[in-house]
T-cell receptor
Framework: TQLLEQSPQFLSIQEGENLTVYCNSS?????LQWYRQEPGEGPVLLVT?????EVKKLKRLTFQFGDARKDSSLHITAAQPGDTGLYLC??????????FGKGTRLSVIA | DTGVSQDPRHKITKRGQNVTFRCDPI?????LYWYRQTLGQGPEFLTY????????KSRLLSDRFSAERPKGSFSTLEIQRTEQGDSAMYLC??????????????FGEGSWLTVV
């Protein structure tokens, strides 16, 4: 069974600070997705990474896929209250249903 | 709106009753997934379809759960004889198999079930 471990589980920071959250697995994934979820809503896709070492930027968010395709990180620069939410990573070894981590719950305080 | 839609968004039912959720995927997507999410957890895979064929079912999907996608378009998830432990958000997602999208799936807004 593949497992995705996300850390930290909770993170509370002040507006303007930078942060990094992590997603790690013992399995190799063909691709990895990051989603953001707000209370009572479904997860919304942020990015998909497929190549080992790949770096993608989405405004103030930077996503990196590990060289071995077993881990990923999400870095947020100058966090804003609107970044508050549950950040989920998900992956799969191939053309199979995605496995999700438990998420990192981020709270950005104004 | 051409995203994944789910109905109802919220359902409160008494223990022992049956409930049914409906999902309409993104129109050109041939794969449809059902996940369940409880508080403090990430989504857990239940089952998925490619067109009308149900390709995989999780061990989480007990005999009281049944999912269908009769014409390869919308899908229903029925829970019979509901139990309090069934209380969760039921998420539907869809994807286009064969597109180089890195196995990316797109979620609906979810259907909240509360069993009292």
């Amino acid at each position: 069974t593949q497992l995705l471990e996300q850390s930290p589980q909770f993170l509370s920071i002040q507006e303007g600070e930078n942060l990094t959250v992590y997603c790690n697995s013992s399995s190799v994934f063909s691709s990895l997705q990051w989603y953001r979820q707000e209370p009572g809503e479904g997860p919304v896709l942020l990015v998909t990474v497929v190549t080992g070492g790949e770096v993608k930027k989405l405004k103030r968010l930077t996503f990196q896929f590990g060289d071995a395709r077993k881990d990923s990180s999400l870095h947020i620069t100058a966090a804003q209250p609107g970044d508050t939410g549950l950040y989920l990573c998900a992956g799969g070894p191939g053309n199979t249903p995605l496995v999700f981590g438990k998420g990192t719950r981020l709270s950005v305080i104004a | 709106d051409t995203g994944v839609s789910q109905d109802p968004r919220h359902k409160i039912t008494k223990r022992g009753q049956n409930v049914t959720f409906r999902c309409d995927p993104i129109s050109e997507h041939n794969r449809l997934y059902w996940y369940r999410q409880t508080l403090g957890q990430g989504p857990e895979f239940l089952t998925y379809f490619q067109n009308e064929a149900q390709l995989e079912k999780s061990r989480l999907l007990s005999d009281r759960f049944s999912a269908e996608r009769p014409k390869g378009s919308f899908s229903t998830l029925e829970i019979q004889r509901t139990e309090q432990g069934d209380s969760a958000m039921y998420l539907c997602a869809s994807s286009l198999e064969g597109l180089y999208s890195g196995n990316t799936i797109y979620f609906g807004e979810g259907s909240w079930l509360t069993v009292v």
